[in-house]
Nanobody, 111 residues
């Protein structure tokens, strides 16, 4: 089993930036950042492979950047030009075969 601990969320005004971090209890080769807004299903926002190939959902392309450290245990999500519609609880997990979810980190963007 793997545990994930997300951090870095907060309250920010529209146009602002936040950097999220995710610490995993062991190396996971393909990782993703997910988010769940109130009343909506959880969605994959960004993913990164062991070879550092990245993909993004269209709504965040050009604004969010996913990255990871060399141990592949920590994954980051740099979020710029934040919009109110980015408000959600953000989670990290494997990309593909999911493990148990962490508590997530709340991101709130005010207009």
């Amino acid at each position: 089993q793997v545990q994930f601990v997300e951090s870095g969320g907060g309250l920010v005004q529209a146009g602002g930036s936040l950097r999220l971090s995710c610490a995993g209890s062991r190396t996971i080769y393909h990782m993703g950042w997910y988010r769940q807004a109130p009343g909506k299903q959880r969605e994959l926002v960004a993913s990164i492979t062991a070879g550092y190939t990245t993909n993004y959902v269209d709504s965040v392309k050009g604004r969010f950047t996913i990255s990871r450290d060399s141990t592949k245990k920590t994954v980051f999500l740099q979020m710029n030009s934040l919009k109110p519609e980015d408000t959600a609880v953000y989670y990290c997990n494997a990309y593909g075969e999911l493990y148990g979810w962490g508590h997530g980190t709340q991101v709130t963007v005010s207009s």
